[in-house]
């Protein structure tokens, strides 16, 4: 039998194991025969960067590659052409492959920020390699698997059917594009989201049917943004980028409601089982205030995607600007991330927060004292268009104690 503990810190984090015992019978087989197992992530690169919510399953990658088994990371840069249908209302708009190329690099580039990078446990393949080659007499074998009904099941298509809403003939192929991939590959266990369990199986359907032994499936929960309430994601602004200074990861991470610190502490950090209960025991008793475990907590993440000395710098500056206060007379100058101007509107209180160590309702009072203002105008609003701001110089504090430079994107 494999090792318990391997099990158990495996499926820190995961919902389900499909079918029931097949992670435990993998592991099993793989020490019968002595090799390593292939474990399949893929990621279709439909922008140009990842959030947190994304490392959910590179983290559980870097687990399986540190048992000593191989991790086949796919780019989609073929599937993203199609776009993926899962939990989607209406059909996603189809992107240029131009971009998709680009898009594929930085997510490589980023993925290894998690993953060792060791030829020996990291294989990163691209779909398009066997997706584009398939003539049509090999496609109608691949679609001839299943049936319209069945595709019509999955509760995104079942959901738009039952609205009158369209949905295409591309859309159904995705399914079949992302089960071959495990067709390809020879896929021991696959790993996705929740929302992925049709495309999941599909690849157990098509090894099945080309003699292969079907994959085994772990599917991970979903990471709550910063807000606590949504799922992290670009579009609801509530993400916490990898690519982002280690100062603003920090300040984000200290951010996030005390209700969520342990879904954060299972899903972004690499602890054994037992490690978690201690420290969810000493949470829920107080044993730990919630600060200092937020801390922790951002110091281990930044430290996984920088590296330590980011980690203690970022600390630094937190404490140096929200603890005690010195950061504001230092700055006098900043350019924004691109992230500040997301959205129409954009929250001033906010700004001043992250680039002056103002808290939101200092920040308020400042607006509200006419203590702000851009290029010698006073603002009088707490939001305003992010399109009035980009290249203006926003100044806070009536002696001048904090200055800015917004710019444009």
Known sequence: MPDRRLIDDLMIGAVDVLPEGALEEKLALAERERRALRVKLGVDPTAPDIHLGHTVVLNKLRQFQDAGHVVVLIIGDYTARIGDPSGRSKTRPRLDGAVIDANAKTYQEQA??????????????????????????????????????????????AKRWEAHQPISMLEMLYPFAQGYDSVAVRADIEIGGTDQVFNLFMGRDLQQYFGQAPQAILTLDILPGTDGVERMSKSTG?????????????????????????????LLTNHHADEFARLEADLGSGAVAPRDAKARLAREIITRLRGAEAAAAAEEHFDRVFRRHEAADDLQEVALEPSDLEGDSVYLPRVMERWFGLTRSEGRRRIEQGGVSLDGEPVTELALPAAQLAGRRLKAGKSARAQGVIRGL
Do not use: C, H
């Open 112 to 157: 290894l920020l998690i993953l060792d990078a060791d030829p020996m446990k990291l294989e990163v393949r691209y779909n398009g390699e066997w997706l584009a080659p398939l003539t049509m007499e090999q496609l109608f074998e691949i679609t001839a698997t299943t049936t319209v009904a069945r595709i019509l099941e999955r509760d995104d298509f």
């Open 238 to 266: 509530n993400y916490i980028a990898v690519n982002e200074d280690p100062r603003d990861v920090y300040g984000k991470v200290m951010s996030i409601p005390d209700a969520v610190m342990s879904t954060y502490y299972r």
